[in-house]
């Protein structure tokens, strides 16, 4: 049955209590416009010779039902002019071998309290920038964190890096409205000898700081670059 726009009278068969609807010559639908007669169907609670009449609402209706019974859930923004502030950073050291795990440990402030993510890049000497990996705060971090992120250095795109290769590690922090904070930047060389990390000063030197999140980018090795190591990152 197709939807029409206006109002449509429909006659049908009187059913006790119910008001009998007059055609004119307004609200009927020729028999040429191949209407078929109304949708109907037989509900087993009502009598066997009663009809219930389906008459079927706008699609755009329910769409909209739809969408206000789920409703929308969206972050406050940020007050302008207001921005989170790194107070405090350490890297766990800053040479090591391929595969190394490093920690960035950070110490955030927000009074208003927006903080929403944390950005990490990464710019290699020989190769390039690498876009930035993101590591969502919970809503305990959102006015202060201190806490630290985890990088695998190790990467599927490389089995192996040249040693001395030089890396810029940046990381810095967004509030809901898109406000960056003041970025920390780390260099970092690959070696071949073993490095050990170093003390944790204060206030990164307190027990069980939690990690805030696991950095997700996989360097590539230039010289291991062809047929089966395109570069995916510009």
């Known amino acids: ?19 009998r609807l007059m055609a004119t010559s307004k609200n009927v639908i020729p028999a ?20 219930l009449i389906i ?28 921005r989170p502030v790194i107070t ?5 050291k800053e ?8 920690k960035i440990y950070i110490e955030a402030d ?16 020989g190769y390039g920038h690498y876009l930035a990996d993101w590591v969502y705060l919970k809503p305990p971090y959102q006015h202060y964190v201190i806490g630290y992120l985890q990088w695998n ?6 089995s192996w890096m040249p040693e001395w290769t030089q890396l810029t590690i940046r990381v810095s922090i967004f509030d809901t409205n898109g406000n960056e904070s003041n970025a920390v930047v780390f260099p970092f060389e690959f070696v071949s000898q073993v490095v050990r990390e170093s003390p944790l000063p204060p206030p990164f030197n307190q027990q069980n700081l939690p990690r805030l999140g696991y950095i997700a980018i996989d360097l590539f090795n230039p010289s291991q670059m062809g047929d089966d190591h395109d570069r995916l990152f510009r």
Do not use: E, W
Not at 110 to 125: E, H, L
Not at 153 to 158: I, K, L, P, V
């Open 1 to 19: 049955m197709k939807l029409y726009r206006g109002r449509v009278s429909l006659k049908t068969n009187i059913i006790p209590g119910a008001t």
């Open 95 to 102: 040479m090591g071998r391929y595969g190394d795990v490093l």
């Open 55 to 82: 008459i079927r609402g706008s699609l755009i209706s329910c769409i909209l039902l739809l969408v206000f019974s789920f409703g929308c859930v969206s972050l406050p923004a940020s007050p302008p002019g207001t």
């Open 153 to 158: 250095t190790f990467s599927y795109h490389a």
């Open 88 to 92: 405090q950073a350490f890297i766990s």
């Open 32 to 51: 040429k416009a191949g209407i078929q007669n109304p949708l109907t169907s037989l509900d087993s609670r009502l009598r066997g010779s009663d009809k």
């Open 110 to 125: 927000d009074p208003q309290g927006f903080m929403f993510r944390i950005a990490t890049s990464v710019d290699q000497v």
